[in-house]
């Protein structure tokens, strides 16, 4: 395959579901579309969902589908202009005006104009993803924006309106070509919508059991069929109850992974106890489901199984 093709995007929904799928993400319908959308728009994508539905896999996805670079800003409290954007080489600077006092260089618009250049400029992921070299812009993933607070927020309006940044030493900084544009947030606190205009909008749910049935068969082929369906049964089961945090679908490929390594063809309830630190990350749902609930859960599940043959 050659750059080009791969570089090419995909001309139809159906299209960018099967480049998904090829990159082993199942996507429904209404997230193909909206996905699809984005690109022909040149709009960003706002993903929204909990933690652990495969928000920050699409943009990883659509960077391999595509052959595109992915350029990826992991967003966290405190995060400022500094290490999103762009900051000043400040050692090369003070390398350079004291080179200019040793050679007698007395002109300071000059030496101020050297200080504040391209060649000490050093770009974060933000600026890399507006000036990206190459004929194709690359896919920029802001990943977990509702980390950040609002003062940053406030700045990314005019990256996601115009692609563009403005660095008062240098001037407007333009993409030429606008990347594509990946958020996501596990909603822990509400975006502004003045951000959200600027995008178009997906929720991004957990998938029933058919789906991640699929995925599991993709992604942990070495699981028994009968395991799979057990652990995907259990799953969709756990996150019907009143967990402090359900386990998303990564968990349940972890799960599926580290029973498949202990040679386990199919759930009992000591090796559920022994593993649920792989589809739980506290400790009062593990307490909760290593008593008599999970034992409970899983005679429902191995009945309905049964019964649907």
């Given at each position: 395959?050659?750059?080009d093709i791969?570089?090419r995007?995909?001309a139809?929904?159906d299209?960018t579901?099967?480049l998904?799928?090829e990159?082993?993400?199942?996507?429904?319908?209404g997230?193909?579309?909206v996905?699809?959308?984005?690109?022909?728009?040149?709009?960003p994508l706002f993903?929204?969902g909990e933690a652990?539905?495969?928000?920050?896999e699409?943009?990883?996805?659509?960077?391999?589908g595509?052959?595109?670079?992915?350029i990826?800003?992991?967003?966290?409290?405190?995060?400022?202009v500094?290490?999103?954007?762009y900051e000043?080489?400040f050692p090369?600077?003070m390398l350079?005006?004291?080179?200019?006092?040793?050679?007698?260089l007395?002109?300071?618009?000059?030496?101020?104009?050297?200080?504040?250049?391209?060649r000490?400029l050093i770009?974060?992921p933000?600026?890399?993803?507006?000036?990206?070299a190459?004929e194709a812009?690359?896919?920029?993933?802001?990943?977990?924006?509702?980390?950040t607070?609002?003062?940053?927020?406030?700045?990314?309006l005019?990256?996601?309106?115009?692609?563009?940044?403005?660095?008062?030493?240098?001037g407007?900084i333009?993409?030429?070509e606008?990347?594509?544009v990946?958020?996501t947030?596990?909603r822990?606190?509400?975006?502004?919508?003045?951000?959200?205009?600027?995008c178009?909008?997906?929720?991004?749910d957990?998938?029933?059991?058919?789906q991640?049935?699929?995925i599991?068969?993709?992604k942990v082929?070495?699981?028994?069929?009968?395991?799979?369906?057990?652990v995907?049964?259990?799953?969709?089961?756990?996150?019907?109850?009143d967990?402090f945090k359900n386990p998303?679908?990564?968990?349940?490929?972890?799960?599926?992974t580290?029973?498949?390594?202990?040679?386990?063809?199919a759930?009992?309830?000591e090796?559920?106890s022994?593993?649920?630190?792989?589809l739980?990350?506290?400790?009062e749902?593990i307490a909760r489901?290593?008593g008599g609930?999970?034992?409970?859960?899983?005679?429902?599940?191995?009945?309905?199984?049964l019964?649907?043959?």
């Open positions: 395959m050659s750059s791969a570089r995007l995909p139809s929904i299209d579901q099967a998904l799928e990159q082993d993400y199942l996507a429904g319908r997230l193909a579309t996905i699809f959308l984005a690109l022909r728009m040149k709009r993903l929204e652990g539905v495969g928000k920050t699409i943009a990883k996805a659509l960077s391999r595509l052959n595109r670079p992915l990826r800003l992991q967003c966290y409290e405190g995060l400022d500094a290490s999103a954007v000043w080489n090369a600077q350079d005006i004291r080179l200019a006092e040793a050679s007698g007395a002109d300071r618009d000059r030496l101020e104009t050297s200080l504040y250049c391209e000490h770009r974060r933000v600026l890399q993803a507006l000036g990206a190459g812009a690359p896919v920029f993933l802001i990943d977990e924006l509702d980390r607070d609002e003062a940053f927020e406030a700045f990314l005019e990256v996601l309106s115009d692609f563009q940044v403005t660095i008062p030493e240098l407007t333009r993409a030429a606008p990347p594509i990946i958020i947030t596990n822990t606190r509400e975006i502004h919508d003045a951000l959200k205009r600027r178009l909008y997906h929720w991004v957990y998938p029933d059991a058919a991640e049935l699929a599991l068969r993709r082929p070495g699981a028994s069929e009968a395991l799979s369906r057990q995907v049964a259990y799953v969709q089961r756990l996150r019907t109850i967990l998303g679908v990564a968990e349940t490929i972890d799960w599926a580290a029973l498949t390594e202990l040679d386990r063809l759930l009992d309830p090796t559920i022994d593993t649920l630190g792989t739980l990350k506290y400790q749902d489901i290593r609930e999970g034992e409970a859960i899983l005679s429902e599940i191995r009945a309905e199984l019964a649907a043959g």
